[in-house]
């Protein structure tokens, strides 16, 4: 289960850190690459001391059965939240996370501004990039100390566990990075629903195991028990995906209209249609 451990943290660290790289993406670009860098660098700081902090108490005060039954529950509600989102999206009553979108958006915003020199560190875009580094790091933070803490039985593995966690998120924040650094934009190409939909699935099988397990459920086939999990919830999520994209969808009404409008628009660009005429 040790080795389980770096490889949730890495998947689930995936999604974050996109989005986190967007808006330093933005600073960098419209403000300087020195306010974009140091915000990370103090909200990176900020995040390993929370890991230090917490992971050790978690590990030293609480029980594992207890600390099993609490991050099993707590991971479900969180893996069910970004499963929701993404059973949503695939079945077109949610639009898709447009990350270039976001980028142009906080262009905008942060040109309104006016430009700054290159050489200063500049408060707001340190702000911002701190901000976001921080809020998305805090969510990898999460994964990091409740999969480091949960995967192992003894102390010693307790110890190897959060330190497997930790190098999976660190590398998940060296490959989001150094892809970033190549393209110089917003990772648009990413499968970010994807990875919402996978990390959502592994979360809350992992939640529903160790929460058994912190219930005293013996679970047949041990480790391999997790396996059934993720096949049950994989099933369940492709079939709300079928059934909810048999009932009409508001966003895709919308997306239809729009549609329309646009071919009403090119055929008479100065009497566009009303929706009553399109129907």
Same mark, same amino acid.
């Given at each position: ?12 660290? =995936?999604?974050? +850190?996109?989005e986190a790289l967007t808006i330093v993406l933005v600073v960098g670009v419209t403000v300087n690459w020195k306010s974009a860098l140091a915000g990370t660098? *103090? ?42 989102? @993404? ?7 949610? @639009? ?12 905008? @915003? ?36 409740? +999969? ?12 190897? @566990?959060? =330190? ?11 490959? *989001?990075?150094?892809?970033? +650094? ?58 709300? *995906?079928?059934? =909810? ?35």
């Amino acid at each position: 289960m040790i080795w389980s451990s770096a490889i949730s943290a890495f998947l689930a660290s =995936l999604v974050e +850190f996109v989005e986190a790289l967007t808006i330093v993406l933005v600073v960098g670009v419209t403000v300087n690459w020195k306010s974009a860098l140091a915000g990370t660098g *103090v909200a990176v700081i900020t995040l390993i001391g929370l890991i230090g902090v917490f992971g050790t108490a978690l590990v030293v005060y609480i029980p594992i059965e207890i600390l099993r039954l609490v991050v099993g529950v707590i991971l479900v509600l969180f893996g069910l939240k970004w499963l929701k989102k @993404a059973i949503l999206r695939y079945s077109g009553h949610k @639009a898709l996370h447009d990350e270039e979108a976001l980028y142009e958006e906080e262009m905008r @915003a942060m040109r309104d501004r006016g430009i700054t020199l290159p050489n200063r560190i500049d408060a707001f875009g340190f702000a911002t990039a701190y901000k976001s580094v921080l809020l998305e790091g805090l969510e990898v933070a999460f994964i990091v100390i409740t +999969f480091g803490t949960t995967a192992a039985q003894t102390d010693q593995e307790k110890s190897s @566990a959060l =330190l497997y966690s930790a190098l999976g998120a660190v590398l998940a924040g060296i490959v *989001v990075l150094v892809v970033g +650094f190549l393209v110089r934009g917003p990772l648009t190409r990413l499968p970010e629903n994807t990875l919402k939909f996978g990390v959502g699935i592994m979360l809350v099988s992992f939640g529903t195991f160790w929460g058994g397990e912190g219930l005293g459920i013996d679970w047949p086939g041990a480790d391999l028990a997790l396996l059934g999990l993720i096949g049950v919830y994989l099933l369940t999520s492709f079939g709300l *995906v079928r059934y =909810l994209g048999t009932i009409p969808s508001p966003t895709r009404a919308k997306t239809s209209a729009s549609l329309q409008n646009e071919a009403a628009l090119v055929n008479d660009p100065i009497l566009p249609l009303s929706q009553e005429e399109l129907n």
